[in-house]
């Protein structure tokens, strides 16, 4: 099946740990995008990449960091510097070009301990 | 600052209403406006609307464009309780591939 698949579903963090969320996607897609979602807001870029091994901050990049070694992954990474994590973590792709739409994950839900 | 306004932030309608959700943006170098209906997880894609004034039509959703005036509205004609979501606005800017989010308006359809 073709997709965007974000694992795991929900993950918690304890004070000061980094962790790592998971962004697949077996669609071809050039290009890759985090966003985060908080209650009552829309959503808000944190990274995105273009291409294999290049990729820029979003609004709120601050906090976060990612890589993107192969076209298929982009992880993000949640650093012990972001005070306030908890939030849903959206991962989108897209056909690189202007015409073009955004396909979302299902979802990765972040809670501090 | 780009800037992408949905309103009414919330709103409960009865199954069978016909509801109207509104976008409006001040952005430099706009492009497309897409609209997004969220249920519980992933944002699942709607339409996408480039020109102004030809609608977009599906089942029973339908979007239009208004570049002159800078909005775009949603509507959703007998609605029923499977049309209960967030709805999402978000406009991709010329030269850009990043969209840039409205807050959603959050709809709820009562039986």
């Known amino acids: 099946d073709g997709g965007i698949t974000q694992s795991p579903k929900y993950l918690f963090r304890k004070e000061g740990q980094n962790v790592t969320l998971s962004c697949e996607q077996n669609l071809n897609h050039d290009a890759m995008y985090w966003y985060r979602q908080d209650p009552g807001q829309g959503l808000r870029l944190i990274y995105y990449s273009q291409i294999v091994n290049d990729f820029q901050k979003g609004d709120i990049a601050e906090g976060y960091s990612v890589s993107r070694e192969k076209k298929e992954s982009f992880p993000l990474t949640v650093t012990s510097a972001q005070k306030n994590p908890t939030a849903f973590y959206l991962c989108?792709?897209?056909?690189?070009?202007?015409?073009?739409?955004?396909?979302f994950g299902p979802g990765t839900r972040l809670l501090v301990l | 600052e780009d800037k992408v306004v949905q309103s009414p932030l919330s709103l409960v309608v009865h199954e069978g209403d016909t509801v109207t959700l509104n976008c409006s943006y001040e952005?430099?170098?706009?492009?497309?406006l897409l609209w997004y209906k969220q249920e519980k997880k992933a944002p699942t894609f709607l339409f996408m609307l480039t020109s102004s004034g030809i609608e977009k039509k599906s089942g029973r959703l339908s979007s239009i464009l208004d570049k002159k005036e800078l909005f775009s509205i949603l509507n959703i004609t007998a609605t029923q309780t499977g049309d209960s979501a967030i709805y999402l606005c978000?406009?991709?800017?010329?030269?850009?591939?990043?969209?840039?989010f409205g807050k959603g308006t959050m709809l709820l359809v009562s039986p």
């Open positions: 952005v430099t170098n706009f492009r497309s």
């Open positions: 978000a406009v991709l800017l010329s030269g850009y591939s990043t969209l840039t």
């Open positions: 989108a792709s897209k056909v690189e070009g202007f015409q073009e739409t955004q396909y």
